[in-house]
């Protein structure tokens, strides 16, 4: 029996199925726990989002007033000529 008879087609790579192309079944585990372990763990997760956050608007307002002001902007001349 040669390779392709024993897929049963013309393809000589074997057709995954949807359940494995979805990792076999980790998807469905991991949907049916998250909303769980978030409701268990509410303030404690919405305190680190906030935290992140902040984090995250100081890390763009330090790197907004280091890089992106100091690139020289158009002035009213400049923009007519455009």
């Not at 000589?12 to 049916?32: D, I």
């Not at 978030?38 to 404690?44: A, V």
């Not at 906030?50 to 690139?71: E, P, Y």
């Amino acid at each position: 029996m040669t390779e392709r008879d024993q897929h049963g087609g013309s393809s000589s790579r074997r057709r995954r199925s949807l359940y494995h192309n979805l990792g076999g079944g980790h998807l469905f585990v991991g949907l049916e726990t998250i909303p769980m372990l978030y409701e268990l763990y509410e303030e404690e997760l919405n305190y680190a989002a906030s935290r992140s956050g902040m984090k995250m608007r100081k890390l763009f307002d330090n790197f907004n007033s280091k890089v992106i002001n100091k690139i020289p902007k158009a002035n009213d001349k400049t923009k007519r000529r455009m």
